[in-house]
């Protein structure tokens, strides 16, 4: 009796749906959470045949699944049960033999897991977009680096143009670099490899700032609606970035409402639990700032939903969507150390839902979160010797834009000449190696170097190192830049030349 009893009590309170059945199907018993499964009385189940409570298309399956489960075939499956609410829930079985009340029978525990295999999808989706991110960052890095040559070159034979065609197509040349550039900086910032400004922000104030902007992006038939933050909502954040990702939802949102609508944006503030962790493993504990951007629009379909953070991504037409817009959005948030949730229903809408870390709760790590660093100029004096006058006027314009004071000459002797005039001024020496007026780049250095011991020099070349070494050590980015060089790697071997304490 007392066992009785006590299986009754584990029946009742089990978290797990039981249901006992005969080996025709016919459920004998089902216990509380059981009901709860499939949102039913218990009246309504027992005496009914388990295919009942299975959608139509499913029952084939179920009957097989059945038959293998209660003549102990397998123990274990896997499968899904179709609650009141009209959902399919995927389900775990577990199930054995059992004698009930004197006649053989089928314990069946049901177990709900659309929570593990919701955690599971998220973090197959986490993966695939690091892996997705890799492979953009880098491919975006090598062409970054293409593109700078591309670049440089181009800009020489602009400065260098014989004629006004050949200036023209350099031209050209220079501004399909820049959009393919802007292209590379797109999956840069998907990848999470773009220099972050971070500053400070009040959101409210990053909206209002773009306000009559989206009024504009959005045209006529589009009402825009904004509710700020009833206090500020401070974020540490780079300015341009967070413009970009209110201005890549806003462009979506209007691409989805074609016969108008409504765009809402939302600014706010949660703090996050741990509950709400379980949900969105994504989240973290702690305050975060809310910027939610929501449409009237079409929805996303469930089969798109998986994929639309993927760089190139688009059901846009050819010409439309580049498919970069939500990557960046992506990279950027993440970049913040923020996530992104999405509701969307087909014909109804879609809100994005933006989640980036409040000031409050980040420490200075933001900021000294920069992948690339930055090459810092200086206001130092150089001297550039280059016979060559359109190279020499771009390195000139380069290291003036840095903020150096530059010098010019074009030969060894000029280059004498000039550095008697300004004798204690000059902090370093720029030289070709190979010039007019019988006087090499090394000569000169070696001349200079003698009136300054310590002097610092670097040396470029078009020709390899080997046909003028001598002496010297030349170190490739240190002392000694091959050309072509990118203006990037020469801002930088002249600030570390300028700051390390050893000479040449
Ligand atoms: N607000 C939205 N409403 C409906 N679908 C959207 C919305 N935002 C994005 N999408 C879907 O996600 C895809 C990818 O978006 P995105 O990365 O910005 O690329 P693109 O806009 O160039 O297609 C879009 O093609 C569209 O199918
Ligand atoms: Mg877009």
Known sequence: ????????????????????????????????????????????????????????????????????????????????????????TPVEIRAGRIPYRGRP??????????????????????????????????????FNNLLTVIHGHASLLLLDARNQDSADSSQQIVEAVNRAAALTKQLLAFSRRQVLDTRRLDMNEVVSHMGAML??????????????????????????????????????????????????????????????????????????VLLSVGDTGTGIPPEVLPRIFEPFFTTKEVGKGTGLGLATVYGIVKQHHGWIEIETETGRGTTFKVYLPSLEDVACELAAKTVEPVVSGGNECILIVE??????????????????????????????????????????????????????????????QAERPGLKVIFTSGYSAEVVGREFVLQVGVNYLPKPYHPHTLARAIRERLDSKESH
Not at 115 to 134: T, V
Not at 389 to 414: F, I, M
């Open 1 to 88: 009796r007392e066992s009785e009893q006590q299986f009754g009590d584990l029946f009742e309170g089990s978290p797990d749906a039981i249901l006992v059945e005969d080996l025709e199907g016919n459920v004998l018993d089902v216990n509380p959470a059981g009901c709860l499964l499939h949102g039913l009385a218990r009246e309504s189940i027992v005496g009914k045949n388990f295919l009942e409570l299975f959608p139509p298309d499913k029952r084939d399956a179920a009957k097989i699944l059945f038959a293998k489960l209660s003549s102990e075939e397998i123990s274990r499956a896997e499968s899904e049960r179709w609650t009141a609410d009209g959902k399919v």
């Open 105 to 142: 029978a089928v314990l069946l525990h049901v177990r709900d897991v659309s929570n593990q295999k919701r955690l599971e999808e998220q973090f197959r989706q986490a993966q695939k977009m690091e892996a997705i991110g890799q492979l953009a960052g880098g491919v975006a890095h090598d």
């Open 215 to 288: 009024g504009r992006l959005l045209g006529e038939d589009v009402a825009l609606r904004v509710r700020y933050w009833q206090s500020p909502a401070p974020v540490q954040a780079d300015r341009g970035m967070m413009e970009q990702i209110l201005l890549n939802l806003a462009v979506n949102a209007r691409d989805a409402m074609l016969k108008g609508g409504q765009l809402n944006i939302q600014i706010g503030a949660v703090d996050v639990d741990q509950k709400y962790l379980e949900r969105q493993p994504q989240a973290r504990i702690g305050r975060f």
């Open 387 to 448: 016979d060559e006058k359109p190279v020499r006027e771009l390195v000139s314009t380069l290291l003036r834009r840095r903020g150096y004071r530059v010098l010019e000459a074009e030969s060894g002797q000029k280059a004498l000449g000039v550095w008697n005039e300004n004798k204690g001024q000059i902090d370093l020496v720029l030289t070709d190696m190979v010039m007019p007026d019988r006087m090499t780049g090394w000569e000169l250095a070696e001349k200079l």
